[in-house]
């Protein structure tokens, strides 16, 4: 069984809280993921200093394969010659030089994409077609087997509340490829509080029998959530099991610790279980 460890805006800066982040720490080693998985924002404003604390940080945690993506606000907002010069140059240094890039596993492959857009869409983010192309060349060939997740720190699905987040521009045109390439699960975070799916939920596109499982994470250790999850702290534990993927939310509670609130299992996309009571066992 595959386990994933689920964290996202971090907001290393002002907005973190240290006790929050202590309670990560904590119950981090005693989940034993097989790989921590942190989907953007790591600081609030792309300083040397709140880069070098969430280094430190991210190194504490369980010493297993770490698939991380930049967020918007690991791009300089108001160092205006740095975001249009070399706007990832910190983030490169301190996090990793990759800004799209695999972790291929036994049986599943993770693909990360950099959806920020220092450019154009500051906020909203964009997934250019050149990814989309190495999108295509890294997860054509897979095996059927294989479980396919894409982790990006903007979301291509808006959670299904009042809060009215706009999407990454041509989202749309990212997610059919998505879903003609088989991938099973995308990993976001952004919205600052969390959602857990099905891309039908919102967009049934070409194929309405497949979707992609949407795990969106809340902001881990920061004072930021919003909606639901306002002034609250989340994230989220994957763990694959055969042609199962459960995902289990986890909410920060003061004096307690971050402790399981609920727990979703879903067939792979466009699959059925063949034992339905291990879906019923799966619920128990």
């Not at 740095?82 to 693909?111: C, H, N």
């Not at 099991?241 to 609920?262: A, K, M, N, Q, R």
Request: a positive charge; hydrophobic letters at 35%; one cysteine or more.
């Amino acid at each position: 069984m595959l386990s994933m460890l689920h964290i996202s805006d971090l907001h290393f800066g002002p907005p973190f809280l240290p006790r929050v982040g202590e309670a990560l720490q904590e119950i981090a080693p005693r989940l034993t993921p097989d790989v921590i998985i942190v989907t953007g924002d790591i600081t609030q404003r792309a300083k040397p200093s709140q880069f070098e604390a969430a280094r430190r940080f991210i190194d504490r945690l369980p010493d297993v394969p770490k698939v991380i993506v930049p967020g918007n606000h690991d791009v300089p907002l108001y160092r205006i010659r740095e975001r249009l010069s070399r706007p990832l140059d910190l983030y490169r240094k301190y996090m990793t030089p990759e800004l799209d890039g695999v972790l291929r596993l036994e049986r599943a492959v993770i693909l990360w994409l950099n959806s920020t857009s220092p450019y154009r869409a500051i906020s909203n983010g964009r997934i250019h077609l050149d990814q989309l192309a190495y999108s295509r060349k890294v997860l054509a060939d897979a095996s059927p087997e294989t479980v396919k997740f894409i982790a990006a720190h903007h979301h291509f699905h808006p959670a299904p509340d009042y809060e009215r987040d706009q999407t990454m521009p041509k989202a749309k045109r990212a997610m059919d490829i998505f879903v003609e390439l088989g991938v099973d699960m995308i990993f976001g975070g952004h919205l600052h509080r969390a959602y857990i799916g099905n891309s039908l939920d919102v967009y049934a596109g070409a194929d309405r029998e497949h979707g992609i499982i949407i795990v969106q994470c809340g902001t881990t250790t920061s004072r930021q959530g919003r909606g639901r999850e306002r002034e609250k702290n989340s994230f989220n534990f994957v763990e694959v099991d055969g042609d199962l993927l459960h995902v289990t939310h986890y909410l920060y509670f003061e004096g307690e610790g971050f402790s399981p609130i609920s727990r979703h299992t879903f067939p792979r996309p466009g699959r059925r279980v063949a034992d339905a009571s291990r879906l019923r066992g799966s619920l128990a």
